[in-house]
């Protein structure tokens, strides 16, 4: 066998190690890999409000519901508003949408489900508020 037929098949085999384990790395997420409670930090503007953050607990159920106490403070004053709860739903490409305290939001799952980045997408609010959460 020539060297470069060789060279061929090798390169063959690498190619499809690679695709196999890029495969193997995608993720596949669904309302159950967001579960327990997650530690969240979040900070923004609230137009009309002024500087905004945030600290809190947010429980997941797997099953798409969700609960959370917050720790707000915007322009200065200490907020504590009521226990929240929503829902949220998890697509394949682990991407979350959820509906809580008034607000939509949009996140992605990262860490195999150990944490999620979020962002706030209410239709009409100009406001933004970003944040990061990690498992209890």
Not at 27 to 48: D, E, P, Q, R
Not at 88 to 115: A, E, L, Q, R
């Amino acid at each position: 066998m020539s060297l470069r037929n060789r060279l061929l098949q090798l390169m063959l085999v690498v190619l499809s190690l690679a695709i196999g384990t890029q495969a193997d790395d995608r993720a596949s997420c669904s309302n159950a890999t967001l579960h327990g409670s997650y530690g969240l930090h979040a900070t923004g503007t609230v137009i009309g409000v002024g500087d905004f953050a945030a600290v809190g607990r947010f429980t997941f159920d797997g099953k798409g519901n969700l609960s959370a106490n917050l720790f707000v403070r915007v322009n200065g004053n200490n907020i504590e508003p009521p226990p929240i709860t929503g829902t949220y739903s998890v697509s394949p490409d682990c991407m979350v949408n959820d509906s809580w305290g008034g607000s939509t939001h949009v996140s992605v799952i990262v860490d195999n489900g150990k944490g999620y980045f979020i962002l706030n997408n209410t239709s009409g609010e100009a406001d933004t508020i970003s944040g990061e959460a990690r498992r209890q």
